[in-house]
């Protein structure tokens, strides 16, 4: 990281580290913005897409059914995009069978613990706001048990840290963030920001803008972008514009890396925050839509599922089974005989019919330990909707 980088415009100050390089410093929040038309216009697009979202949120009569599967999918795919190789269906799978699992992907406990972190988050968001106390307890979580346990999880780095590719010497690092004295300073001003009165800043610039500085602090030595993602979906939740955890950013980051880091670094270096805020904001609008279309598609479905169950000779246990498999689509019989408290045997009987309905399959092969997938349920988690 050069100084030659870094314009006058750039939205902070570079400082010397120990090593005797440059680190970036950002400014404290807010910057002044030029609320230029084209940035209006975007806003408008981007708040009416999430409504629509919010919208689908307060109609569910069962939110898990959708809160579930979206969670699991924001975990994989933001957990892929710092190189970690786990499906959904072998993290439903490891939600089941923990050992056989891990064993064979080692990654998937990575991609549980994002799920982990971000229902935890949820969860003392009743309890007290979005603070550096919480994002230090999500990162505990995040990095517990995994590759990443040595970097201190649930700690502020107490050394400098910087990006590039693995093995590059800070001296060719593409950007150094702050060293640790003018870290803390940035993240207590950083939850200052957080937690002050919005005044006539709307959410969704609001929300750029912090994932923008939190990234830019870069405050632990490892998984700072899986908390950075995961505070979107808390921050939507914590201000009111969606009632549901629905929304979540990550498949746009991995569809637009290159975009999503060269924005990033241009705000620092240029201060270029019109260009980052509708990159994120046309995010919004295309995640928004596809989540939307997720949701219709997931609930049709559901209808489906209970036509066929209707026509067929049904049981109350197959009325629940097949509602049940729109939230959790990879299944054994033990497990809903556990979860259920009815007979290995009646759990077999009842997988069996839907297996005879087209609704499950099973994908081992095998004579025991069988596992059973509603193929049609991860087809819709899976696929890329064009918006």
């Known amino acids: 990281?050069?100084?030659?980088?870094?314009?006058?415009?750039?939205s902070g100050e570079l400082v010397p580290?120990?090593?005797?390089?440059?680190?970036?410093?950002?400014?404290?929040?807010?910057?002044?913005?030029?609320?230029?038309?084209?940035?209006?216009?975007?806003?408008?697009?981007?708040?009416?897409?999430?409504?629509?979202?919010?919208?689908?949120?307060?109609?569910?009569?069962?939110?898990?059914?959708?809160?579930?599967?979206?969670?699991?999918?924001?975990?994989?795919?933001?957990?892929?995009?710092?190189?970690?190789?786990?499906?959904?269906?072998?993290?439903y799978l490891f939600e089941i069978e923990q050992p056989a699992i891990e064993?064979?992907?080692?990654?998937?406990?990575?991609?549980?613990?994002?799920v982990r972190a971000l229902n935890y988050g949820l969860q003392k968001l009743?309890?007290?706001?979005?603070?550096?106390?919480?994002?230090r307890e999500l990162h505990g979580i995040l990095l517990k048990d995994v590759r990443g346990e040595q970097r201190t999880p649930g700690e502020f780095r107490k050394t400098q840290n910087w990006i590039g590719p693995a093995g590059t010497p800070i001296g060719q690092a593409s950007y150094v963030p702050p060293p640790p004295e003018q870290m803390l300073k940035a993240l207590d001003a950083f939850e200052k920001f957080i937690n002050a009165p919005l005044g006539n800043m709307p959410v969704l610039v609001w929300l750029t803008l912090i994932h923008y500085q939190f990234e830019a602090i870069h405050p632990f030595l490892d998984g700072n972008g899986r908390i950075g993602r995961l505070l979107i979906t808390l921050l939507l939740c914590a201000k009111g514009l969606l009632d549901k955890p629905l929304l979540y950013l990550s498949a746009y980051f991995e569809r637009n890396r290159r975009q999503y880091y060269e924005w990033l670094l241009r705000v620092s270096t240029h201060g270029q925050w019109n260009d980052w805020i509708q990159f994120f904001l046309r995010g919004v609008i295309e995640q928004s839509k596809?989540?939307?279309?997720?949701?219709?598609?997931?609930?049709?479905?559901?209808?489906?599922?209970?036509?066929?169950?209707?026509?067929?000779?049904?049981?109350?246990?197959?009325i629940r089974l097949v509602d049940f498999l729109i939230e959790r689509p990879v299944i054994t019989a033990v497990y809903i005989s556990k979860l259920f408290d009815v007979t290995?045997?009646?759990?077999?009987?009842?997988?069996?019919?839907?297996?005879?309905?087209?609704?499950?399959?099973?994908?081992?092969?095998?004579?025991?330990?069988k596992v059973f997938v509603a193929g049609k349920v991860l087809e819709i988690i899976n696929k890329h909707f064009a918006i």
């Not at 990281?1 to 750039?10: A, C, L, P, V």
Request: hydrophobic fraction near 35%.
């Open 344 to 369: 290995y045997n009646a759990a077999q009987n009842n997988i069996n019919k839907l297996i005879k309905a087209g609704i499950l399959r099973e994908i081992t092969g095998s004579k025991r330990k």
């Open 126 to 135: 009743t309890e007290l706001p979005v603070c550096l106390r919480m994002i």
């Open 290 to 318: 596809d989540a939307f279309e997720r949701a219709r598609q997931l609930l049709d479905l559901q209808q489906q599922y209970h036509k066929i169950v209707h026509v067929t000779k049904r049981s109350a246990l197959q």
């Open 17 to 91: 580290t120990i090593e005797g390089q440059l680190a970036f410093v950002p400014g404290d929040l807010p910057p002044k913005l030029q609320w230029t038309p084209e940035l209006i216009s975007c806003l408008s697009d981007a708040d009416r897409a999430i409504g629509q979202l919010h919208g689908i949120g307060l109609n569910l009569p069962n939110p898990n059914l959708l809160i579930t599967p979206f969670v699991r999918r924001e975990a994989e795919l933001s957990s892929r995009i710092e190189g970690t190789q786990a499906s959904i269906e072998q993290l």
């Open 1 to 10: 990281m050069k100084s030659s980088d870094f314009t006058d415009n750039r």
């Open 103 to 114: 064993s064979k992907v080692p990654d998937v406990r990575e991609v549980s613990n994002y």
